[in-house]
């Protein structure tokens, strides 16, 4: 099976070679297709005034609160 692959990539080069590259015109009418380029595919817009003050709050929180709650967990039982 390999060796019919080879030698048929091996027969027509420059056809195989051409069948990978092969793109077509980008519909933007498409709903499917969305705008491409950097920051693009982020749910969130990262030039904003705020945006350092509340990533590093969301951070921070997401990162301190599982702590937070083991040691609220930890003094709750005692008497």
């Known amino acids: ?46 030039l904003t005034k705020w945006f350092a003050v509340r990533y590093w709050g969301f951070m921070l929180t997401g990162f301190s609160l599982p702590f937070l709650l083991a040691v609220w967990q930890l003094k709750k039982n005692k008497p």
């Open 1 to 46: 099976m390999f060796s019919r692959a080879v030698f048929r990539a091996s027969a027509r080069p420059a056809f195989v070679a051409r069948r990978g590259f092969q793109t077509t015109r980008t519909q933007l009418s498409s709903p499917y297709h969305y705008p491409e380029g950097p920051r693009s595919n982020l749910p969130f817009n990262p």
